[in-house]
């Protein structure tokens, strides 16, 4: 009787052997398929990327107010001189409402070479601003979406690998 009972605790025991080597193949195959070492890659690198866009976010957000500075200054100046401006018939006020000043700021500004140029770095600023902040949503979405894929490939390898996770993780990276 104690032979049988050897046989079968033989028998178990390689078939337990059998199921966690599959268990284990089966993860290892899951790693590869997932890409975990490029997800790993990313999950650590990202993060650098995203601070060094969120620098230049900041220092393009700074030129854009300070190109915007430049254009209200030259507006100033233009709205200083038109409400200055007299007319020489009765050396009263030539612009005598805000509509008119207003109207005469408008035609002054885009006849101001001052102006135009201001105008043109702003809008400069503000694309290169823009293009900067599409990267870092674009950078950030990027980390959420390796870290939801990191999510899933351990539930994955939970599942196969179980206990045996060093052994995978060691084949794998």
């Known amino acids: 009787m104690s032979v049988k009972f050897s046989t079968t605790e033989k028998l178990t025991t390689e078939l337990l052997e059998a199921i966690k080597q599959a268990n284990i193949e089966a993860a290892k195959s899951i790693a590869q398929t997932n890409g975990l070492p490029r997800i790993k890659e990313q999950l650590t690198s990202l993060p650098g990327y995203i601070r060094e866009q969120k ?3 900041a220092e393009l957000t700074q030129v854009a107010k300070d190109k915007k500075v430049e254009l209200m200054q030259e507006e100033a100046i233009l709205a200083s001189m038109i409400a200055g401006e007299l007319d020489p018939k009765t050396g009263k006020a030539a612009f005598s ?3 008119a000043r207003d ?3 408008i035609i002054r ?10 105008e043109k770095e702003l809008q400069e600023a503000e694309t290169e601003l823009n293009n900067a902040q599409f990267k870092l949503e ?3 979405d990027s980390f959420r979406s390796y870290r939801l894929l990191a999510r899933i490939a351990c539930t994955e390898l939970a599942i196969f690998g179980g206990e045996n996770l060093e052994e995978v993780n060691d084949d794998v990276y």
């Open 138 to 140: 674009e950078l950030q």
């Open 109 to 118: 500004k885009k006849n101001s070479p001052q102006c135009m140029e201001a």
């Open 97 to 99: 409402n805000q509509a």
């Open 103 to 105: 109207a005469e700021l």
């Open 55 to 57: 620098y230049k976010v």
